[in-house]
């Protein structure tokens, strides 16, 4: 049983006024919110009356869970716009916002942006331009904790029994995000519209989940415990390619490329992953950049032998890896691991989740009555770790591990893909190039216009999604990811790159239709 209510009051008021030569809008507002979560649940088996549907009747046992939450905001914001000729461009904003999610002794925070534009065409002429901006910003944002961090919480075993478990942080206050960003704006041979911008933020404060001393009871308090810097780098080209009575061609490029790296950790370096067994694969600590795969790696190449073996007593084999000569085929064969001077396995980056670049690729053609739509994506690099082929060797189920087919000397046993599963540790054998080009979405309308009847206008279509995948990705779909640990704290780490039985994004063909009166 779920109870949702939200209720939200805003009060807003303009003002728009120009003096002279300066044009100014300025807008105040006062927004309050309530959000209320009221969730129970009861779940049992194994019914002594088969048929009879009453909680009475189960023999077995009985789990249930409740939740009750409320998270109260208020913010008064105001923004001022100014321009003079509509030459000079002149913007800004300041909030304070008040979250119950704030700690008890940081309950409003303060953000703000500045932001201003010089259209160069107006002060002067550039053949072939008919507009050129430059523009830049700065401004603060803020990210609320989890409901639950600034209290203590509890362990609830069976029998009622509970323990301590998180210990609340009444300072914790929410992480900010400081942005600065530039870009260029340009309209050019009546055709083309461009757009450069380039972003640098630094987000502070982040939230932690830190673990604590025995001697205090408690394992663990959130606390702001780091910080990240991002760089984004976009363009877009949008092109009128064709434009004539009966027919045109509209076709636009973007691009994204994106790096973050951890700047300040006031926690000791961790692994940390998604919800998936033993998947903590990517390193939380001061310097790295977020979303590199951390693991074990087998040797590919003689060179990384180790002084005390020698090479004669080694090869590679079919599949890339060094093992011991002689043992190729048989149930002796075992690829090599890079090991430490102790001998164990090495920690060591052996993969990168973050693309080289995203580009997406659209187009619209018109002709009399009908539309044509279509979108591409790019993707370019960026691995995925591929947890799924691990477990299917683990269980003798993937397709390598048929040998029909296979010449005499690259035929394995099942003990070689066994050591290859490597008991499911994060291994160098399943990252994988997640490289892909998607169909998006392609479409199709047609218009019919009935000037004389009730129904002025008819459009009907065919819209097509996700269609089809080009990779060399040895899964359904390398588009995967998965969602982080509660504990992993780190903005724009939502999501990692791994596929772990993940469910492929799906195909779709739809119809519409569209009546204007």
Do not use: C
Not at 15 to 21: A, E, G, L, Q, R
Not at 222 to 249: H, Q
Not at 267 to 291: I, M, N
């Amino acid at each position: 049983n779920t109870t949702i209510m939200n209720q939200t009051l805003q009060f807003t008021t303009h003002f728009s006024k120009k003096f002279d030569h300066w044009n100014t809008n300025v807008k105040v507002s006062y927004l309050y919110e309530d959000f209320n979560t009221n969730f129970s649940s009861m779940y049992g088996t194994s019914f002594s009356a088969p048929g009879n549907k009453n909680w009475k009747a189960i023999s077995g046992d009985i789990q249930t869970n409740s939740l009750d939450q409320t998270v109260r905001a208020e913010n008064i914001f105001g923004i001022a716009q100014l321009d003079y000729r509509s030459k000079y461009l002149f913007d800004v904003m300041y909030r304070y916002d008040g979250s119950s999610k704030f700690g008890e002794e940081a309950r409003w925070q303060p953000y703000y942006r500045i932001s201003g534009g010089w259209r160069i065409t107006e002060d002067f002429d550039i053949p072939g331009f008919q507009e050129l901006k430059i523009r830049a910003a700065y401004g603060t944002s803020g990210q609320r904790p989890g409901f639950a961090a600034q209290y203590e919480t509890y362990t609830i075993s069976s029998g009622g029994n509970f323990s301590k478990a998180n210990f609340g942080n009444k300072n914790l206050e929410p992480s900010t995000t400081k942005e600065t960003e530039v870009a260029l704006n340009a309209s050019f041979l009546k055709r083309f519209d461009l757009e450069v911008s380039y972003s640098i933020s630094n987000t502070e404060d982040i939230f932690l989940q830190k673990s604590l001393p025995a001697y205090q009871g408690w394992n663990t308090q959130w606390a702001n415990a780091g910080a990240m810097e991002s760089e984004v780098y976009e363009a877009s080209l949008n092109s009128r390619i064709i434009k004539s009575e009966n027919f045109s061609w509209n076709s636009t490029i973007t691009f994204d490329r994106v790096r973050s790296k951890i700047t300040n950790l006031d926690v000791p370096p961790k692994l940390v992953g998604p919800e998936a067994q033993e998947s903590d694969a990517f390193y939380l600590r001061e310097g790295e950049t977020f979303g590199i795969i951390y693991g074990e790696e087998f040797l590919t190449s003689l060179e990384q032998l180790p002084s005390d073996k020698n090479p004669d007593n080694y090869t590679v084999n079919a599949d890339g890896y060094v093992i011991q000569k002689g043992t190729e085929g048989t149930r002796l064969e075992e690829p090599l691991k890079l090991r430490d001077k102790n001998g164990n396995p090495k920690q060591v980056q052996i993969g990168n989740t973050n693309p080289d670049f995203n580009i997406g690729f659209s187009n619209t053609f018109n002709y009399k009555g009908f539309t044509v739509y279509t979108l591409i994506d790019w993707k370019q690099g960026g691995d995925v770790y591929n947890r799924t082929r691990q477990w299917l060797y683990r269980d003798h189920r993937a397709g390598a591990v048929d040998q029909a087919g296979k010449a005499p000397n690259a035929k394995k046993t099942y003990d070689y893909y066994s050591n290859l599963y490597n008991v499911n540790k994060i291994t160098s054998e399943f990252v994988e190039d997640a490289s892909y080009v998607k169909i998006r979405e392609a479409a199709i309308y047609y218009n019919f216009d009935l000037p004389k009847s009730i129904i002025k206008q008819i459009k009907i279509g065919i819209i097509g999604r996700n269609l089809f995948t080009f990779t060399g990705y040895s899964g359904y779909d390398p588009e995967v990811a998965m969602p982080e640990y509660a504990d992993s704290g780190v903005p724009g780490s939502s999501y990692y790159k791994m596929d772990a039985y993940s469910y492929p994004n799906h195909s779709s063909i739809s119809a519409s239709l569209t009546l204007k009166f």
